[in-house]
């Protein structure tokens, strides 16, 4: 038992969130060195001490901890933004739960708080840089995201003119889009170009990475909020908002929840959105274009699939049209060529063999990679087999673990950041036990990135 609890307190005091756990009388009996250092407190300032003698800015009413100690009912991801005791300006998700003993007394509240305040900054600078832009030059509207068009995507296959054709007429509608590719195979690209093509052209286009928030946040920066919503919430327009009259494009939609998928489909069905916290209805007119890696009918609702799925383009992997490779190659070398000053004009036919039978599970990026690679080596003249990646001249046998591994930690590292970093609920997501996910973290290192990360942020908030 000594050693259970010994081994608890090292799991616990190396968490990279903050865990406060109370009794029923509202004393704190555990505070990590995480959820200290949000606070810009020490653990000893806090330990035995009662919560609102610690924090007197709370009451009974807005403690959280005290709240769920008292009532036994979960409080599960509520946001906050406040300033800690060293003046810092932090965001955090919480989640609180009730502890009862094993005949089902209540003991007190464990509060789990994740701190956001890097990625919430960084979100809310990039919604109001774009608020600026839109209201100081209206005539730039349509320039400030969707730069690509039609005759920018390279490529003469058949299965990619198809997709072409059938995008361009999709432009001149006001249907919602789904673009189903693989990484690195131009979906936003494509995306773009029915954007410029479209009678929104100029009129706003904002992108937004599903998988690049953790789902409390995404709600606010998606849908806007109004002051007093969340602790530290103000007044600000969301995406939906300022896309007003032109395309909102969601990047990666498979990553968004359940909860906040049905409220994207509310404001489809409705043209009307809620802002967090408020109480009436805005109308918007967006027009609703979105992309995913995966198979959508896995990932989305089902009335969500059927409301989004009434165009349904599907970019082709470049494996699948090797015979775009030389041209595709023509263009980065040209491209590489201004950028790095270098003079090279093509490819050897042995090399071009060799780039021909690869499979590209990169596609179009890993390519673009492969050309700029050849190219620091190469200053004029023809890119050579030596010249290519070194993985290019290994036996084939040797190149699938890798590639398994890669995909391996991508799912996995997704799975994390859609489920905010709950290995329990990723470990659902990607149907596998929670002890075998938990090993895979550490051989792929996600808390050292984690923790490297967060070191950044506080570094950048200095």
Not at 13 to 27: F, K, L, Q, R, Y
Not at 98 to 112: C, D, R, S, T, Y
Not at 146 to 158: L, N, T
Not at 225 to 244: H, Y
């Amino acid at each position: 038992m000594h050693l259970e609890h010994a081994l608890l307190e090292v799991v616990l005091s190396h968490s990279n969130e903050g865990i406060h756990m109370v009794d029923t009388a509202g004393i704190t009996r555990y505070y990590n060195r995480a959820a200290a250092t949000m606070d810009g407190l020490e653990p000893e300032e806090v330990l035995g001490k009662h919560v609102l003698e610690v924090f007197p800015s709370l009451d009974k009413g807005t403690s959280t901890l005290l709240k769920v100690a008292r009532t036994g009912k979960p409080i599960v991801d509520q946001q906050q933004v406040y300033t800690n005791f060293r003046g810092v300006e932090i965001s955090s998700v919480n989640t609180t739960l009730p502890i009862f003993g094993q005949e089902g007394h209540l003991l007190g509240a464990v509060e789990v708080a994740q701190d956001i305040s890097g990625t919430r900054k960084l979100a809310e600078q990039i919604i109001d840089l774009r608020r600026r832009l839109h209201s100081e030059d209206p005539a730039t509207k349509g320039e400030q995201g969707a730069r690509y068009h039609f005759s920018d995507i390279i490529g003469e296959s058949r299965t990619l003119r198809e997709v072409l054709t059938r995008g361009a007429l999709a432009a001149h509608t006001e249907s919602p889009v789904m673009v189903i590719g693989e990484t690195g195979t131009g979906k936003e690209l494509l995306v773009q170009s029915i954007h410029n093509a479209s009678m929104r052209s100029h009129r706003p286009f904002i992108a937004q990475n599903c998988a690049a928030l953790p789902e409390s946040l995404l709600d606010a920066i998606l849908f806007g909020s109004v002051k007093g919503s969340f602790t530290g919430a103000q007044d600000r327009p969301g995406l939906f908002e300022l896309a007003n009259g032109g395309t909102l494009f969601l990047d990666e939609l498979n990553a968004m929840p359940f909860q906040l998928q049905a409220k994207l489909l509310r404001v489809l069905e409705t043209g009307e959105l809620r802002r967090l916290g408020d109480v009436r209805s805005r109308k918007v007119d967006v027009r609703i274009i979105v992309a995913m890696s995966a198979d959508p009918r896995q990932s989305l609702r089902p009335d969500l699939f059927y409301r989004l799925n009434v165009v349904a383009l599907e970019l082709p992997p470049l494996r699948q049209r090797k015979e775009d490779i030389p041209l595709l190659c023509r263009h980065f070398i040209k491209r590489f060529n201004s950028r790095l000053g270098t003079r090279v004009q093509g490819v050897t036919p042995e090399a071009a063999k060799m780039l021909a039978a690869w499979q590209w599970p990169g596609n179009i990026r890993e390519l673009s990679n492969c050309i700029e690679s050849c190219l620091n080596f190469r200053s004029e003249g023809y890119i050579e087999p030596k010249d290519l990646p070194e993985h290019f001249h290994r036996p084939a046998e040797k190149l699938l673990r890798p590639e398994l591994e890669r995909l391996e930690k991508n799912m996995i590292f997704q799975a994390m950041n859609r489920t905010g970093g709950n290995i329990s609920k990723a470990a659902d997501t990607l149907g596998i036990p929670r002890q075998t996910l938990q090993r895979k973290l550490g051989k792929y290192k996600w808390h050292d990135i984690c923790n490297k990360n967060n070191h950044q942020q506080k570094q950048e908030g200095k």
